[in-house]
C-alpha cells in the first residue's frame, strides 16, 4: 500500500507540534550543561553547574524524595480502605464522600495552602515542620489514588469474590489483603505512580505551606530561577527531569498494560 | 471440618428477609431439608429464591425471630465463615490471583490443613474432576464448563457441611448444561452432602432435585418431589411455571365430564361448571372406536423427540397434545383423543 500525500502532511504536522513542545526542554537541558549558555555551545560543556546545584540545593532534592515517599505510604493507608469501602457501599452517603475527596482537584492549591495556614498556621511545631507539607500533598494526591483503585475495583465483582473466599472460612483480614489487595494491584499500582509523581512535582501548594528549613525541589527551581545564573537553573531542572521522567514512563508503560488487560478479559 | 457423612439437616424456621429500603425479599419461611438430600428452589428471577440460599449461607441474616439450624446447632448468629459451607456462585467467583490448583487449595489453606495433607487433598479433587491437566492455568485461561469444575471443586475441597449453589449451570452454554446437569446430579448424590441448588431452569430442576421447592414472590409455594410438582401442583402458579399445562372449562352431568368435544368419565366430586388441568402427554391420540373426544388438528410443530399438536374443538380453547408417533399430522386433519381420567387435575384455589 503506497502512502498518500496526506499521509506525509499527517506525519510532518505531528512532528512540528512535537518539536513545538520537545526543543524547550531539549534548550532548557542544553543550557544546564553549557559552560555559557550566552556564548553557546561553543563555550564548551560542564558538568559545574550540576556540581553547584548538588551543593546549594541538595537536601531540596532529598526532601522531595521523602515527601513524595511518605505521602505515597499516607495514601496507601488511607486511600485504598477508602476506595474499598466506597466500592462497597454505593450509597447516597458515599458518594458524597467521594465528591468531596475529589474537592481538592478542583480548588486551586494555593486556596488549600491558605485554608491550611489559616486552620493549623498557629501550631508553630507544626507549621515549621516538613510535616505541614506532607498534609498538603496527601489532600491533593488522595484523590487520585481513591479513583485509580475505585476503577479497577468496579471493573470485577469482588463482592462474590469476597463471598466465596468467606464461604471457605476466610475471615475479613485474610479475604481483603489476600483477595481484595492483590486483585486491585494494577490500580495501586496505577494510583501510586500518579501520586509519587504528582507529590514531586507539586509546587502551588508548597509555595505557600514551605519554610526555609522544608524547600522542595520545584519550590527551590523557583528559587533559583528567580535568583540564580541561568545555568544553574537548567541544571536543576535537569536534575528533575531525571527524577521525574522514570516515573512518567513507568506510569505510561502501567497504563497501557492495564488498558490491553481490560480488553482481554 | 466434619467429615461428609450422612449430611447435615438443615432447618429454616421463621426466616424473613426484608432490605433496608424496605423491600421484603422473602416472606416468613419455615422449612427443612434431610441430610444429604438435594433441595432444589425454583422459581422466576427475583422471586427471592437466592436470597432464601444467601440466608442458609449466612451471607444475609434473617429479620429478627428466623433462625437456621444445621442439625441441631443454631447458626443464626455466625457468620458464613464459621458455617463451613461449599458454595458455588453463578459467576464462579474464582480468584484471578491464583491459579487453578491455588483456589482449590485456598479453603484447605485457610482451615491451616498441614501442606503434604493440602496437596493430597487438591489432587483428589483434581482427580474427581476431570482437570488434573489444568493445574497450573490461570482462572482467567478457562472456559466456562472448566470455570465451573474448579469452582465446585474448591467448594467440595473443604468437605462443607452444605453445599449451595447458586444457578451454577446459568452461565453455560445449552448443549454443555445438559451434559453437567446429569454430571452433577451423579455428583451430588455420590457426595452425599446436603445440597441447596437454586435455578429458574425447571428442566434443571427436575433433573437435580429430591425434592424441589417453588417459590414465588418471596413465599414458598409448594414443595415436594419433581413428580408431585410436575404431576400435582398445587396452585395455578406451580401448574402454569412448570411445563405446559392444558386448563379447560367442562361441565360435570351424569357422571362425565363434558366438553365440547366429547365426554370423559368423571370419578372425582364436584358438580357443575369447572375448571380441569392436564399435561398434553396425558393425551392419547387414538383410533376412531376408542375416542373420548374430537377435535381438529390446528397446528403441528415437530420437536424431534415428539410432535407437539394444537388441536382445537376439544374444548373452550386450543388443547395442546404431545405425541411421540412418527406420523405427520395435518393442519385441519380430524383427530380422536383419549385422556386417563386420573390424570384430571382440579385446583383448590
Known amino acids: 500500500m503506497g502512502r498518500t500525500r496526506q499521509f506525509y502532511l499527517q506525519l510532518g504536522f505531528t512532528l512540528l507540534v512535537c518539536a513545538f513542545l520537545i526543543v524547550p526542554v531539549f534548550m532548557s537541558i542544553v543550557a544546564g550543561l553549557t559552560e555559557n549558555f550566552f556564548i553557546g555551545l561553543k563555550s564548551g560543556f560542564t558538568l559545574r553547574w550540576i556540581g553547584v546545584v548538588w551543593e546549594l540545593y541538595a537536601p531540596t532534592i ?10 505515597l505510604a499516607v495514601t496507601l493507608v488511607l486511600g485504598v480502605p477508602t476506595a474499598y469501602v466506597l466500592a462497597k457501599r454505593p450509597g447516597f452517603l458515599t458518594r458524597m464522600i467521594e465528591e468531596f475527596l475529589v474537592l481538592p482537584v478542583a480548588i486551586p492549591g494555593l486556596a488549600i495552602a491558605l485554608a491550611l495556614i489559616l486552620s493549623y498556621g498557629g501550631f508553630r511545631d507544626f507549621r ?37 473466599a468467606a464461604s471457605l472460612g476466610a475471615g475479613f483480614w485474610r479475604r481483603f489483603f489476600g483477595i ?6 494494577s490500580g495501586i499500582i496505577a494510583g501510586a505512580l500518579t501520586v509519587v509523581t504528582l507529590s514531586i512535582g507539586e509546587f ?26 541561568l545555568e544553574i537553573g537548567s541544571a536543576y531542572t535537569l536534575v528533575f527531569f531525571v527524577m521525574i521522567i522514570p516515573l512518567l514512563i513507568a506510569l505510561q508503560r502501567y497504563g497501557t498494560q492495564r488498558i490491553k488487560k481490560a480488553g482481554h478479559a | ?9 438443615i432447618r429454616l424456621v421463621d426466616c424473613a428477609k426484608t432490605f433496608p429500603n424496605g423491600t421484603r425479599a422473602l416472606q416468613r419461611t419455615t422449612l427443612a431439608m434431610k441430610g444429604g438430600e438435594t433441595m432444589v428452589f425454583l422459581g422466576p428471577s427475583g422471586c427471592g429464591k437466592t436470597t432464601l440460599l444467601r440466608v442458609i449461607a449466612g ?24 458455617r463451613n459451607v461449599g458454595m458455588v456462585f453463578q459467576s464462579y467467583a474464582l480468584f484471578p490471583n491464583m491459579n487453578v490448583e491455588e483456589n482449590i487449595a485456598y479453603g484447605l489453606k485457610v482451615h491451616g490443613m498441614p501442606p503434604a495433607q493440602r496437596l493430597k487433598r487438591v489432587e483428589e479433587m483434581l482427580e474427581m ?3 488434573g491437566e489444568l493445574r497450573e492455568r490461570r482462572v482467567t485461561q478457562l472456559s466456562g464448563g472448566q470455570r465451573q469444575r474448579v469452582a465446585l471443586a474448591r467448594a467440595i475441597a473443604v468437605q462443607p457441611r452444605v453445599l449451595l449453589l ?3 449451570l446459568t452461565a453455560l452454554d445449552a448443549l454443555l448444561r445438559e451434559r453437567l446437569r446429569i454430571e452433577l446430579d451423579v455428583l451430588l448424590h455420590s457426595l452425599g452432602v446436603t445440597s441447596a441448588y437454586v435455578t429458574h431452569d425447571q428442566g434443571e430442576a427436575m433433573a437435580i432435585g429430591d425434592r424441589v421447592a417453588v417459590i414465588n414472590q418471596g413465599a414458598l409455594v409448594q414443595i415436594g418431589s419433581p413428580r408431585e410438582i410436575y404431576y400435582r401442583p398445587q396452585s395455578r402458579f406451580v401448574a402454569d411455571f412448570i411445563g405446559t399445562m392444558n386448563r379447560v372449562q367442562g361441565t360435570v352431568r351424569d357422571g362425565a365430564l363434558e366438553l365440547p368435544g366429547g365426554r370423559i368419565p368423571w370419578t372425582q366430586d364436584a358438580a357443575g361448571t369447572i375448571e380441569v388441568l392436564f399435561r398434553p402427554n396425558d393425551v392419547h391420540i387414538v383410533a376412531e372406536n376408542e375416542a373420548q373426544l374430537r377435535g381438529k388438528v390446528a397446528q403441528q410443530f415437530f420437536l424431534g423427540d415428539r410432535t407437539r399438536l394444537h388441536v382445537s374443538g376439544v374444548a373452550d380453547r386450543v388443547v395442546v397434545v404431545e405425541t411421540t408417533e412418527h406420523g405427520e399430522f395435518t393442519p385441519g386433519q380430524a383427530i380422536c383423543l383419549r385422556i386417563d381420567p386420573d390424570t384430571l387435575l382440579r385446583l383448590r384455589e
Open chain 1, 180 to 185: 481484595v489487595v492483590p486483585n486491585t494491584r
Open chain 1, 62 to 71: 532529598f526532601r522531595s524524595m521523602y515527601i513524595a515517599l511518605a505521602t
Open chain 1, 128 to 164: 515549621t515542620s516538613w510535616l505541614f507539607i506532607l498534609v498538603g500533598h496527601v489532600l491533593y494526591t488522595l484523590p487520585f489514588m481513591v479513583r485509580s483503585v475505585l476503577a479497577v475495583l468496579s471493573s470485577f465483582d469482588f463482592r462474590s469474590l469476597e463471598e466465596s
Open chain 2, 166 to 168: 447458586d444457578e451454577p
Open chain 2, 1 to 9: 471440618m466434619s467429615a461428609s457423612g450422612p449430611g447435615t439437616a
Open chain 2, 129 to 131: 474432576m476431570q482437570i
Open chain 2, 59 to 82: 451471607l444475609e441474616a434473617p429479620d429478627p425471630g428466623g433462625r437456621v439450624f444445621f442439625d441441631d446447632e443454631d447458626v443464626t448468629a455466625l457468620p458464613i465463615e464459621r
Open chain 1, 204 to 229: 502551588n501548594l508548597t509555595w505557600m505551606l514551605h519554610t526555609p528549613e522544608t524547600m522542595t525541589l520545584p519550590v527551590g527551581l523557583a528559587d533559583s530561577y528567580a535568583s540564580m545564573r
